[in-house]
């Protein structure tokens, strides 16, 4: 039995990047124009081979929408096992999609300050295409550091001092998150014998007491890993000083790495503690967690005056929320959760993109409005009234920030508005009816309502200072590489927000699919190598 083309493209997202990264290497630093064109055909067709795969996933091409790729020819679990499912290809066309606007944006003036940018980039796009991809622990591992190889010479790259004391933070602190995620991933193989995620929620059922509480403990530590990684508190202190340092670009891209960790999480709770002898194991931890996580960042961005820590702050918002969710332990907030995850990444990504286009607003002048066309100074005289002309381009920056400010806070009528009050309607409306609301589910409204009031508060203060009390703002002279990044970003979510009814039910389907872990390993137990078939049909 030979394998189909199509059953190939799983391959892809890892393969096209690291051909190509490794291919620019070989071109001069000169030739900027070719470098950027090569990164950015291999980019688009990662975009392209996204949509395939979800659309491959959603209509179940593969039975229950879940495609297995045997790295090698080896059979599970003892090969390297990629996993494709309506999750995994979502969060790719999320990775494509943010990745093609973060390489236009840097192509005029960010991809041309260092060296091997592009190289980096790929590379970059690599691990988080590998991490969401792989079923098995020490592979994710791989690619989990690929990625934090990748993101150390990004995050430095044109460096100035501020710049290289984040950085030097940053590579700290995921070195240590390597350490834990090792020594987490040995306690699990010494337990179970297998790294693989399919297997080793099958194999929970056969441990004795002894040998699962120590799998527990391998679980937590490697854990660490990922909470630090998404920023839940107390680990996530890093976050807000990265993502001011780092170049607008790479500081998009951080955005979708903070959500690696919690898009594992996700997967290796669902997987492991949703049913079985451990079920229930560690959902109050990251319910908690999130929930001290939500309010860490609502104090933070109600005291930040700078925009870009604003931004990370936003983040760490996004990040507990979806914590919170998760740990709540409800399965239909899961896919409310996602449809949050994803609208949030779009909108702090094209915030941190739109930062440095608002900063070239130097110069003070008359008091202006942003979200107007015109502003008019009417005299005491009757009389026609004077006034002067904004700018396309101030227009366009105050219609840009008050797009972002209205995803991040929650307000309608975009997608963070439609994001939240899912979300509030899924914990006034438990599963079990019999039990009530409890507090936990006041606390969690309470935090999500707060932490969108203090945004408000400092997002609003921060565009009052820079649109409206600025005087004679002169406009910035603003290039096609950096308008259409940040447009195609905000009708991402505009488009989101009309289609929300068949995103949502897409995300369903996919929440319904992580809620039963037995699907996954009737899928891996039926999936041949390449000639068992045929072997077994002429016996």
Same mark, same amino acid.
């Given at each position: 039995m030979s394998l189909s083309w199509v059953q190939h493209l799983i391959l892809a997202p890892i393969l096209l990047p690291l051909i190509f990264g490794a291919g620019l290497i070989l071109i001069n630093e000169r030739h900027h124009q070719k470098k950027f064109f090569i990164n950015l055909a291999s980019t688009l067709a990662m975009l392209v081979t996204s949509v395939a795969l979800l659309l491959l996933a959603d209509h179940e091409y593969w039975p229950d929408g879940i495609g297995l790729y045997l790295s090698a020819n080896w059979a599970a679990p003892f090969g390297i096992v990629l996993l494709v499912d309506r999750l995994t290809a979502v969060m790719l066309l999320l990775a494509s999609v943010l990745?093609?606007?973060? =390489?236009?944006?840097?192509?005029?003036?960010?991809?041309?300050? #260092?060296? *091997?940018?592009?190289?980096?980039?790929?590379?970059l796009l690599m691990g988080i295409n590998g991490a969401f991809l792989?079923?098995? &622990? /020490?592979? +994710? /591992?791989?690619? /989990?550091?690929?990625? !934090?190889?990748?993101?150390?010479? @990004?995050? @430095? *790259? %044109?460096?100035?001092?501020?710049?290289?004391?984040? %950085?030097?933070?940053?590579?700290?602190?995921? =070195? $240590?998150?390597?350490f834990f995620f090792l020594i987490g991933v040995a306690l699990i193989y010494a337990t179970t014998g297998t790294l693989n995620m399919t297997d080793l929620a099958a194999r929970l059922n056969m441990l004795n007491p002894e040998d699962l509480v120590l799998l527990k403990i391998g679980v937590v530590i490697l854990a660490l890993a990922f909470l630090t990684k998404s920023?839940?508190?107390? &680990?996530? /202190?890093? &976050?807000?000083?990265?993502?001011?340092?780092?170049?607008?670009?790479?500081?998009?891209?951080?955005? $979708?790495?903070?959500?690696? %960790?919690?898009?594992? +999480?996700?997967? $290796?709770w669902l997987l492991l503690f949703s049913e079985g002898p451990a079920a229930g194991f560690g959902f109050d931890l990251l319910l908690?967690? #999130? @929930?001290?996580? !939500?309010?860490?960042?609502?104090?933070?961005? &109600?005291?930040?005056?700078?925009?870009?820590?604003?931004?990370?702050?936003?983040?760490?918002?996004?990040s507990g929320t979806l914590l919170a969710a998760v740990g709540y332990g409800q399965p239909a907030l899961i896919n409310v959760a996602l449809f949050y995850l994803i609208s949030s990444t779009l909108a702090v990504a094209a915030f941190l993109l739109l930062i440095e286009l608002i900063d070239r607003i130097r110069t003070p002048g008359a008091a202006m409005l942003a979200l107007t066309m015109e502003a008019f100074a009417v005299e005491d005289k009757p009389g026609e009234p004077v006034g002067k002309a904004i700018s396309g381009a101030l227009a366009f920056l105050g219609l840009a920030f008050a797009c972002c400010a209205l995803i991040i806070t929650g307000l309608p009528p975009l997608s963070g508005f439609i994001a939240k009050f899912s979300l509030f309607h899924s914990l006034l409306n438990p599963e079990d009816a019999a039990a009530g609301i409890g507090m936990v589910t006041w606390i969690m409204i309470t935090l999500v309502v707060l932490s969108g009031l203090a945004g408000i508060i400092s997002l609003m203060r921060f565009g009052v200072r820079t649109f409206w009390a600025a005087q004679n703002p002169v406009a910035p002279h603003l290039q096609r590489s950096e308008v259409m990044p940040i447009t195609t970003l905000l009708l991402a979510c505009v488009l989101l927000t009309t289609q929300a009814g068949p995103t949502m039910a897409y995300l369903e389907r996919s929440a319904e699919t992580l809620n039963q872990p037995g699907i996954y390993w009737e899928r891996l137990d039926s999936t041949a190598v390449i000639g068992a078939t045929l072997e077994e049909s002429t016996q």
């Open positions: 990745a093609t606007a973060s =390489l236009v944006f840097a192509m005029t003036r960010w991809s041309r300050i #260092g060296v *091997h940018f592009h190289s980096l980039f790929q590379f792989t079923n098995d &622990l /020490f592979n +994710l /591992f791989v690619f /989990f550091e690929v990625m !934090l190889a990748a993101s150390y010479g @990004l995050v @430095l *790259h %044109g460096y100035n001092s501020m710049r290289i004391r984040a %950085g030097m933070q940053y590579i700290v602190v995921n =070195l $240590l998150t390597s920023a839940m508190w107390p &680990l996530g /202190f890093w &976050l807000p000083t990265t993502y001011s340092a780092a170049s607008p670009p790479v500081a998009a891209m951080m955005v $979708l790495m903070t959500k690696v %960790g919690v898009y594992v +999480l996700i997967r $290796l908690w967690g #999130g @929930l001290a996580t !939500l309010a860490f960042g609502t104090i933070g961005i &109600l005291a930040s005056q700078e925009p870009g820590r604003m931004a990370g702050y936003a983040a760490v918002i996004s």
